[in-house]
């Protein structure tokens, strides 16, 4: 994710930055599995970002839960917890599909996709 | 008569010069660290993205204060560039002592700063608007001992209007000793009213994450981010007023107005982006110490006729 905004790849062309704070943000990233102690807090913190507010999925354990299926310690997607607008797939994913991701998140919410 | 000047020049033109100003600052950004950069339109689109955005108050704050505090520091920095543009265009708009009244209302965009900071209620926007009070009183002394400079050299006038025909009769004072001293004290704090590295130590990302901003969402940080970027015109435009003779908007001194203007900008963004943060220690030492000792010296050259 961090590759994003390195020169290579460079995710500003499209406008984005990274913000400091979520009370700044528009788009909450979620890169990982939810587990018992986390998922309380990421609803905290999707509770404070100013709405309207997105969600993208990051990475396979955020999508599915991963390896961490069985667990005794993630009993819930996701998707069950908070609504998530996009998924990006792969473990971990490319930034070239994060950017990909990020494009047709934009197009999503200008609606013509 | 004014409220045409506040209106279309005062706040329309300046904010859109000003978001045109940080779209190349960004872009600028963007190129020398070998990336491709934001697109033209994207600060306009960050404004009305934000002013449709929610606004959250957290529970500690005081709310009045909170609301309020963006609204007075965008308020001066309109009358500021209003009171700019009309000097500018016509010397007649004038009044005795509109300089010291600039300088005023230059210190009051930090001022909003801080009680937003420390009305929000976060530990953390306490220390960034701490930082910015301690910053503040660093700048203050050397800006106003440089703007002494041009006082002295129009004859001891207070009045913009003379300082700008003076430079018309002589040359712009950047071509004096003195002028040129005062000048690169100017610059230094310019960089650091518009809180740039290396002074952007009130709103640090990295420590204490944007600082005195934190807590502001919405409209609230879009009225800031409208006052950062208009800022990032009027302060330039202040220093063309005063050091290198004023924009000219006809024929073509258009073009050497912008440049003028684009070569403080370039100047501005190329120290951001080649500096650390300093500490704020570093920071009080070295607007007290080398950067006050430039100043003094500018206003004895400026006393001798240099």
């Not at chain 1, 990233?29 to 807090?41: F, M, P, Q, Y």
């Not at chain 2, 000047?5 to 033109?13: A, D, E, P």
């Not at chain 2, 912008?258 to 500096?275: A, F, P, S, W």
Request: charged share 15%; proline share 6%; glycine share 8%.
């Amino acid at each position: 994710m961090l590759d994003c905004l390195t020169p290579r790849f460079d995710i500003e062309r499209f406008g984005m930055l990274l913000a400091p704070s979520i009370k700044h943000a528009d788009v909450l990233l979620v890169t990982g599995s939810c587990n018992r102690k986390s998922a309380i807090r990421l609803k905290r913190l999707y509770e404070q970002a100013p709405k309207p507010c997105v969600v993208v999925a990051i990475g396979e354990c955020s999508l599915s839960r991963g390896m961490f299926i069985h667990s005794y310690n993630c009993p819930i997607p996701l998707d069950k917890i908070i609504p998530v607008d996009a998924y990006i797939p792969g473990c971990p994913p490319k930034p070239e599909a994060i950017i990909s991701g990020a494009v047709k998140l934009i197009q999503k919410l200008k609606g013509t996709l | 008569m004014y409220v045409i000047y506040l209106i279309v020049f005062g706040f329309i033109l300046t904010a859109v010069l000003g978001l045109i100003a940080s779209w190349i600052d960004r872009k600028v950004t963007a190129r020398l660290q070998y990336r491709k950069g934001p697109p033209f339109l994207q600060p306009f689109i960050d404004i009305i993205k934000l002013m449709g955005k929610e606004t959250l108050i957290p529970r500690g704050a005081s709310k009045a204060i909170f609301i309020i505090a963006p609204v007075i520091g965008f308020g001066s920095v309109v009358i500021v560039s209003t009171l700019l543009w009309a000097n500018n265009s016509n010397l007649f708009n004038s009044f005795l002592g509109d300089i010291i009244v600039i300088v005023y209302l230059l210190a009051i965009p930090s001022i909003s700063i801080m009680i937003g900071g420390f009305a929000s209620g976060n530990p953390l926007a306490r220390v960034g608007a701490s930082r910015e009070m301690k910053l503040l009183l660093g700048y203050e002394l050397p800006f106003v001992l440089a703007i002494l400079v041009p006082i002295i050299k129009s004859g001891f006038s207070l009045r913009l209007s003379e300082i700008l025909t003076t430079q018309t009769q002589t040359g712009a004072f950047a071509g004096y000793a003195s002028g040129i001293l005062a000048l690169i004290v100017c610059i230094a704090v310019m960089q650091a009213k518009l809180g740039l590295i290396p002074f952007d130590i009130p709103e640090a990302e990295t420590e204490i994450m944007s600082g005195w901003m934190i807590e502001y969402s919405g409209t609230g940080l879009a009225i800031f981010r409208l006052m950062k970027n208009m800022l990032l015109f009027t302060l330039p435009f202040f220093l063309i007023i005063l050091f290198l003779g004023g924009l000219r908007l006809s024929g073509i001194g258009i073009l050497y107005s912008v440049l003028k203007y684009v070569v403080l900008l370039v100047i501005i963004v190329v120290i951001r982006n080649t500096n650390p943060r300093l500490r704020i220690d570093q920071a009080m030492r070295f607007f007290w110490g080398p950067v006050t000792g430039v100043a003094v010296i500018a206003v004895i050259l400026a006393l001798l006729g240099k």
